[in-house]
């Protein structure tokens, strides 16, 4: 399998989220401005929506209607788009702090939203425990909450399987938990495992935790779960962790394998995606060494058999639902405003997926 770039598109500003349309037609970003825009995937002409979020607008998702998009912000907010008229119809305040990222079930009626602030909870700088529910479920047509999970904060990511009948997330020090849906009796996970390789723990300039699980996925046999983000390291302020994935038996909490030794370079690795035919999956982010951001992986051994460079920051990856492309989306560095205006710094690129 090889990707071969088709477009590459410059945007107003640097995407943190990214919803794509089953056939590709139609992608959605939200962004740092607290922005979202409708785009044209192969043209590149976008459109801002009317409304904004008050901070970053950190995730979004498309229902399968494809009339609503449906964003999260760091403002805890969570705003309902319509598509036609771009204008936002709905708001419901998810969290009292940010929205990390979001995750829509496969039918389109549940959103899960993840939160949570680390504060030091003691003298070893272990994260406080939650102020808050880190984990919670709403009704996509009414905005309703309809569950809510307790988590070890900040939970990074989510997922959600692909029969819509369990829920994951995972946090900074690589708990990683999964529930049934709608609701595990009394809150309690069906499953939960912690991983050490995915946190980091600093002295260097200070004294904290860093890293965690910045992308989950569960298998298009929903038999496993993909996790994504960045190796321990020395210095957690330098970033250049190793770049890892880890797959589990999430019913076991049982590893079945991870990225090779000798396969990946260094920096923070924030999104992965399975292709629909469940051979391969994806995993990029950012690069601090080496020579790939993003590479596709065989599923069935886990070794690395493409790899490209964007010479970008990637947030989100997503195939198409015919297999047949991927749209990268994130950001080209963050330039200085010449003369007070922003220079176009954000990005989504779509490549072609060659069997």
């Known amino acids: 399998m090889k990707l071969t770039v088709a477009h590459d598109h410059q945007l107003p500003t640097g995407v943190l989220g990214l919803a794509l349309s089953a056939d590709g037609a ?3 970003v939200s962004c740092v401005d607290g922005s979202v825009h409708a785009i044209d995937p192969v043209s590149g002409k976008s459109e801002a929506f009317a409304e904004k979020h008050t901070s970053y607008a950190s995730g979004c998702v498309l229902l399968p209607d494809g009339r609503t ?3 999260g912000g760091y403002d805890g907010w969570l705003m309902w788009h319509d598509t036609a008229t771009r204008r936002c119809f709905r708001r419901v305040q998810a969290h009292r702090f940010w929205n990390w990222q979001l995750a829509l079930s496969p039918d389109g009626r549940r959103l899960a939203a993840v939160t949570g602030q680390y504060l030091p909870g ?6 406080a425990p939650e102020t808050e529910p880190s984990v919670k479920v709403f009704d996509t047509l009414t905005g309703d909450l309809v569950a809510a999970f307790t988590h070890g904060p900040p939970v990074l990511s989510c997922a959600f399987t692909h029969d819509g009948n369990h829920l994951a997330a995972a946090n900074l020090m690589g708990d990683i938990k999964v529930w049934n849906l709608p609701g595990s009796a009394g809150g309690q996970p069906v499953s939960q495992w912690n991983t050490p390789d995915f946190s980091s723990w600093g002295t260097t300039k200070s004294h904290h935790y860093c890293g965690g699980i910045y992308g989950l996925a569960f298998s298009p046999d929903n038999e496993t779960l993909l996790a994504c983000g960045m190796g321990p390291m020395g210095d957690p302020m330098a970033g250049n ?3 890892t994935w880890q797959r589990w038996d999430w019913k076991k909490g049982e590893r079945r394998d991870q990225i090779k030794d000798g396969q990946h370079g260094t920096g923070l690795m924030e ?3 399975w292709h629909p035919d469940g051979t391969h999956f994806l995993m990029a982010g950012r690069q601090a060494q080496g020579t790939w951001n993003a590479a596709l992986f065989s599923a ?3 070794s690395l058999v493409h790899s ?3 010479k970008k920051r990637i947030t989100h990856a997503r195939f198409t639902a ?4 991927l749209i990268l989306t994130g950001a080209n560095g963050q330039p200085a405003p010449k003369a007070g205006v922003w220079g176009p710094w954000g990005r989504l690129q779509v490549y072609t997926v060659e069997v």
């Open 271 to 273: 999104t992965v995606a």
């Open 322 to 325: 015919d297999g047949k492309s």
């Open 300 to 302: 069935a051994d886990g």
């Open 308 to 310: 490209i460079d964007t």
């Open 69 to 71: 998009v449906i964003s």
């Open 241 to 243: 962790g190793k770049m």
């Open 26 to 28: 139609h992608a959605y």
């Open 122 to 127: 003691g003298w070893k700088y272990e994260p």
